[in-house]
């Protein structure tokens, strides 16, 4: 049955419309989970407020678990769902660059078009500056293609690099998601900031 | 909303564009639509000549902007204006630790800016196109790019320290 859009099951366009639909659900939650405060995003980094690792890793597990029940169902062919691509270098450097993004914004992108749609002006500065970041990349495409393009590894899953199933591979991820969740409550007790 | 809760409704936001599109949810990549588009408008043979600007409009028909993300970005802001709205969070201020000044956040809130829109075009997506719906569907690129992401925050998290607390 799905992906609905690739089996011809829906349109494009309506395939268009239902992303302006995901998308308003995934402000939504956003939002509520509390991403739209720059203060709670850095929080995590200090361990005062840890509320980002906690919905990243629930929503990742979630997502995983998800996708392979949708799998096992008959719902989804996992063979047509876009796994993106792995070129090392890039993906290293381009994070490393995001991670200083991150701690000096105190936003990512999606992040930060949820705190300007309820009027942060800290998140619209940040987003000029995603633009500007964006347009910088456009211009230098040329200087940084080597990288851009260096050790293309192709779309593997992380269950194929290692050459386990992927039901073990996402057992492995909870667990250590779990670990993370017991950590970061216990950073909040051992880090508690006034409420801002 | 609990924490936890946002979470596994986050998780099923996710599933629920892998089921009807194929692919994961994005930001940046709505960005770089726009810049697609105001480039080509602006200055069409520079786009021209940029396989950046040019590859990308192809596989978009020419119509940059009329992108999957771009939809749905469009959504997380009336998503995120109405969450505000229920829980009486609408307000214009510059959210900053009371140590610093509001100018001091806004220069720092502009360089994060930059930087992660450059970083999220060399790393292809950003924290919600690579790291989260790329760990979604097991992506190893995926997971290097959340590693990378919060590792690198998490050590240059004390020379930002004042900003923060």
Known sequence: MGPLVVNEVISENTNLLLAFFIGIAFG??????????????????????TVVLKVFFTGAITAMLGLLFFSLFGWVDLSLVYVNETFLWSTLVGGVIMGAGFIMGGYCPGTSFCGA????????????????????????????????????????????YFGISEGVTVLVVILAAVAMFWGAEWAEKLFPRDEY | MNPYLAGVLLGLVVVAANFVSGRGLG????VKSAIVAGVETIAPKHADASPFYHKYSEA???????????????????????????????????????????????????????????????????????ALSGMAVLSLGGFL??????????????FFRKLWI
């Open chain 1, 117 to 160: 749609a309820i009027g942060k002006i800290d998140a619209y500065i940040f987003i000029i500056g995603l633009f500007i970041g964006v347009f910088i990349f456009g211009e230098a495409y040329n200087l940084l293609e080597p990288l851009y393009m260096a050790e293309f590894w192709g779309s593997p899953r992380i269950s194929e």
């Open chain 1, 28 to 49: 939504f939650v956003l939002e509520q989970g509390g991403f739209s405060s720059s203060r709670k995003l850095a929080g995590v980094f200090y361990g005062y407020d």
């Open chain 2, 27 to 30: 930001a940046s990549g709505a």
């Open chain 2, 60 to 130: 978009h028909q020419g119509k940059p902007l009329n992108n999957w993300l771009v939809y749905q970005m469009l959504g997380v802001v009336v998503g995120g204006f109405f969450s505000g709205v229920i829980s009486r969070r609408l307000t214009w201020k510059v959210e900053h630790n009371p140590g610093i000044k509001s100018k001091t956040r806004l220069i720092f809130a502009l360089a994060g800016g930059i930087l992660f829109g450059l970083g999220s075009q060399l790393g292809r997506g950003c924290t919600s196109g690579s």
């Open chain 2, 145 to 158: 790019s959340m590693a990378a992401i919060f590792g690198t925050a998490f050590m240059l998290a004390y």
